[in-house]
């Protein structure tokens, strides 16, 4: 644990031994069961958590409406003066915090300092976005009236986030959330509570520091009951959840009932589309980095590559050969590409995913297998696997949250190969590799990717916090980050101002006493 300077990163991240997991106002509260955080490198058991139950979920929710009754009335930029010095204390907590990622999630070092850098991309945005949430003024039908809509502050947003990005998704909402005037409450993976601890840790001190409530930002550990109370509660506008398909039906379904918002980030089945004019080195290397980059834990990691019958023996051989090359091991080392998955249970998917396409009728073209040995003892260490497949396998429509690729044929015009990227219930990102300025074109159109994100000559995986991130579908159809997302975290109001000493009424109507 300290060859990597782990102990040290925890020191400097405020982590005890045991952690209290809830975290608000100037009390913590927190009297469930303890939680305990094992990490998928090494196996050793990081730290303890004391988790939360519905009393302290009630104590943490009046702290946090108590918060808002302050917060909504600063002005937004000074809202973002507290969200700058946020991005500050990352910046000096970047090695840190992007370490502990690293070591509790189990992905490289290197994309443990970039979800870390993320957080601090967003910080930077929302700053600026904080003296420009406004709205449109329109004329008004009536003489001397005046007509415009304002964005206001909409009250407490529950956020539940995935284990696979464990800070990052947490900070795209808060970042946006509080120079729009509201205050979260935060339900982290309950695979990744160190995470959500050095998180509020951080943002406690720019909250203490600023005299502030920190109920501003309140942190609860616990399990998917937790979740089960944001979503229920009126008290929450709007939840944001981040998660498998399946937890964000649930969650859809139960804050719809009582006519909440919900913003919802869920699983993708991403696909490359690789045309006959598709730059092969260029192909390659947007793949395998999509396909095994978090060890294939992403949700826009590469699953499909949907290949033109004349290129694929072509592209076939290079993935093949560049599988080769892969070095699985400690992600902490930077010679190693790919860690591991996140615990046993990923692992088991795993090789259900594995054994089901062969009994689908898939080949498998890179072996797969769970690593053991030295240097592999947490037991969740797997090898990236291709098989040769069609979209129609049942397993092929799933999302298998780990390293297996899908290769798929297509013959004809790129219509064929755009049908098979959109021929699956999930839709988030999508990719199409080609020198064709018409391929790329009609792939854009609206008769072509059917996903929130559509990329040409660039894999799927990784997005830029400038952009609206999220898809379609089963994807659940929430946007976060970037352009206009932050509209969500505001509610809309609009205002007629009369400035006569008449009341003449909207489409001519008489109404005279
Ligand atoms: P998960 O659905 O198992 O858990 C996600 C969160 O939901 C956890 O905090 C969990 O406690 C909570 N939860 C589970 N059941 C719930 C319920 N009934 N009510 C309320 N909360 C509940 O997902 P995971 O395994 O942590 O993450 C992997 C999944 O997340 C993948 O499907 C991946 O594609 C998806 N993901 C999507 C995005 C995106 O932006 N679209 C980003 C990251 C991860």
Redesign the pocket.
């Known amino acids: 644990i300290d060859t990597f300077g782990i102990k040290q990163a925890l020191d400097q991240l405020g982590i005890k031994d045991i952690n209290d997991g809830t975290s608000t106002g100037t009390q913590n509260f927190a009297s469930g069961e303890i939680l305990e955080s094992y990490s998928p490198v090494d196996g050793q058991l990081i730290a303890k958590v004391r988790q939360s139950t519905k009393e302290d979920y009630e104590k943490v929710m009046a702290s946090a409406q108590e918060a808002f009754k302050t917060f909504r009335m600063m002005p937004a930029p000074q809202r973002g003066e507290i969200v700058r010095q946020f991005g500050e204390k990352l910046r000096k907590h970047k090695e840190a915090l992007g370490k502990l990622v690293s070591y509790e999630m189990g992905k490289s070092l290197q994309e443990g300092y970039g979800e870390v850098q993320e957080m601090i991309d967003i910080c930077d945005f929302a700053v600026g976005l904080s003296r420009q949430l406004h709205g449109l003024t329109m004329h008004s039908e009536r003489p001397g009236h005046r007509m415009y809509e304002q964005y206001h502050s909409l009250g407490i947003v529950g956020i539940?986030?995935?284990?696979?990005?464990p800070v990052a998704?947490w900070s795209w909402n808060t970042a946006l959330a509080w120079i729009c005037g509201d205050v979260c409450v935060w339900?982290?993976?309950?695979?990744t509570p160190i995470c959500g601890i050095a998180c509020q840790n951080i943002i406690a001190e720019v909250l203490k520091e600023n005299n502030l409530p920190e109920g501003i930002s309140c942190l609860i550990n616990?399990?998917?009951?937790?979740?089960?109370l944001?979503?229920k509660d009126t008290r929450v506008p709007l939840v944001s959840?981040?998660?498998?398909?399946?937890?964000?039906k649930?969650?859809a379904k139960?804050v719809a009932e009582r006519l909440g918002k919900s913003l919802?980030?869920?699983?993708?089945n991403n696909a490359i589309i690789v045309t006959p004019d598709a730059d092969v080195k260029m192909t390659v290397i947007g793949a395998v980095f999509g396909a095994v980059g978090t060890a294939g834990?992403?949700?826009?990691?590469t699953r499909r590559l949907i290949i033109h019958e004349s290129m694929y023996e072509k592209v076939k051989d290079a993935i093949v050969s560049a599988y080769g090359q892969l070095r699985i091991g400690n992600p902490l080392d930077q010679n190693n590409h790919v860690g591991p998955l996140?615990d046993k249970d990923?692992v088991r998917m795993y090789e259900a995913a594995l054994e089901k396409v062969v009994k689908e009728g898939g080949k498998i073209l890179v072996e797969g297998g769970v690593l053991s040995g030295e240097g592999y003892e947490s037991g969740c260490y797997v090898k990236p696997a291709i098989a040769e497949a069609d979209n129609s396998y049942e397993i092929v429509q799933h999302?298998t949250?780990a390293p297996i690729l899908y290769l798929l044929k297509y013959s004809g015009e790129v219509e064929n190969a755009i049908d098979v990227q959109n021929g699956v219930a999930q839709g988030?990102s999508s990719a199409i590799m080609t020198n064709n300025l018409r391929e790329a074109e009609r792939f854009l159109s609206v008769a072509g990717s059917d996903c929130g994100i559509a990329n040409v000559n660039i894999g799927t995986s990784g997005a830029e916090i400038g952009g609206a991130?999220?898809?379609e579908k089963e994807?659940?159809g929430?946007r976060?980050s970037g352009s206009d997302a932050w509209k969500i975290y505001m509610r809309r109001q609009t205002n007629t101002i009369n400035y006569t000493t008449k009341l003449p009424l909207a489409q001519g109507i008489k109404f005279d006493l």
């Open positions: 539940i986030s995935a284990f696979n990005f998704v339900k982290p993976s309950e695979k616990g399990d998917y009951t937790i979740g089960e944001l979503s959840a981040t998660g498998s398909t399946r937890m964000g649930i969650v139960t919802l980030e869920l699983g993708g834990q992403r949700c826009t990691s996140i990923a999302e949250f988030l991130f999220g898809g994807t659940g929430g976060e």
